[in-house]
Nanobody, 123 residues
Framework: QVRPVESGGGLVQAGGSLRLSCAAS????????MGWFRQAPAKEREIVAA????????YYADSVKGRFTISRDNAKNTVYLQINNLEPEDTAVYYC????????????????WGQGTQVTVSS
């Protein structure tokens, strides 16, 4: 099982950038596709980006295409999310988890969630 620890969030002005990191314990990290999710207040958690096990294929939600970039370093058991041109609508707690693709949609593989990292964007 992959157990993630997210970091890198903060308070930024609209138009700014952040780089989120997810350090995942577990010797089998490189076996899994990984995804970044976010949950805004009073909203359900949604996936925003995913990357396959070796980094050769990525997915982005329509709302973040062109602004978010997901990457991974299997040697460091870490997945990253570069966020550029931040918008107030990006304000949320960001989480990562192993993911799998079923029926054209991405789902988290494990019930365990880390503490997440808060991203707050001021207008």
């Amino acid at each position: 099982q992959v157990r993630p620890v997210e970091s890198g969030g903060g308070l930024v002005q609209a138009g700014g950038s952040l780089r989120l990191s997810c350090a995942a314990s577990g010797r089998t990290f490189s076996n899994y596709a990984m995804g970044w999710f976010r949950q805004a207040p009073a909203k359900e958690r949604e996936i925003v980006a995913a990357i396959n096990w070796y980094g050769g294929s990525t997915y982005y939600a329509d709302s973040v295409k062109g602004r978010f970039t997901i990457s991974r370093d299997n040697a460091k058991n870490t997945v990253y999310l570069q966020i550029n041109n931040l918008e107030p609508e990006d304000t949320a707690v960001y989480y990562c988890n192993a993911v799998q693709l079923r029926g054209g949609n991405w789902f988290q593989m494990f019930d365990y969630w880390g503490q997440g990292t808060q991203v707050t964007v001021s207008s």
